[in-house]
């Protein structure tokens, strides 16, 4: 079994910072991109960011420059931080990972449970 456990999430004002983390655990062999994603009511889930095992990054336009994406690989997690937070940023925030659970075997998407981030006054 592969669990991803997401923490961080919460009711900040704009203008503020939170700091999202996602922690792998359970039968991995190794570990590929790693990715955020948010989904607003009514919308389609959207990707935010994603950062390879090497390390480069890639985010959606409307975050760039506010959020940061980085990962532990010995911890096996995936943070995002997000600066100077807009009410736009408000959604439902979920981690993607790519893992191959045993040597050989086919890389396979897993997903968090999701963090609620919610940005108002």
């Known amino acids: 079994q592969v669990q991803l456990v997401e923490s961080g999430g919460g009711l900040v004002q704009p203008g503020g910072s939170l700091r999202l983390s996602c922690a792998a655990s359970?039968?991995?062999?190794?570990?590929?991109?790693m990715g955020w994603y948010r989904q607003a009511p009514g919308t389609q889930r959207e990707l935010v960011a994603s950062i390879t095992s090497g390390g480069s990054t890639n985010y959606v336009d409307s975050v760039k420059g506010r959020f940061t994406i980085s990962r532990d690989n010995a911890k096996k997690t995936v943070y995002l931080q997000m600066n100077s937070l807009k009410p736009e940023d408000t959604a439902i925030y979920y981690c993607n990972v790519e893992i191959m659970r045993f040597y050989g075997s086919s890389w396979r998407q897993f997903w968090g449970q999701g963090t609620q981030v919610t940005v108002s006054s």
């Open positions: 359970g039968s991995i062999f190794s570990i590929n991109a």
